[in-house]
């Protein structure tokens, strides 16, 4: 499912325009995406929750050459299924 297939789906389901659904998920990503930048955890109860963690510099292969890289610490963003959307 793509971004306007959601939008979509929501539409469907609550009876709103496909414009209101499409700005209340724009908005929605947008106040994640703050939080997650910010270094909060967003917890949505029965869905899931996302927090940020600290991925370590380590080594790495190059698969076309096969020589050695060193990858960089970044941080990435972590997704833990909530019990009501475990399958």
């Known amino acids: 499912m793509n971004k306007s297939e959601l939008v979509s789906a929501m539409a ?17 990503i947008a106040a994640v995406s703050k939080a997650l930048k ?30 050695a890289i060193e990858i960089a610490a970044k941080k990435s963003v972590k997704f833990k299924a909530g019990s009501e959307l475990e399958l």
């Not at 469907?12 to 929605?28: F, I, P, R, W």
Request: hydrophobic residues 40%; aromatic residues 4%.
């Open 12 to 28: 469907a389901q609550s009876g709103l325009t496909k414009a209101d659904c499409k700005k209340a998920l724009e908005a929605a």
């Open 38 to 67: 910010d270094g909060d955890k967003v917890s949505l109860v029965g869905f899931g929750s996302f927090s940020v963690v600290e991925r370590a510099a380590h080594q790495g292969v190059n698969p076309a050459t096969g020589q």
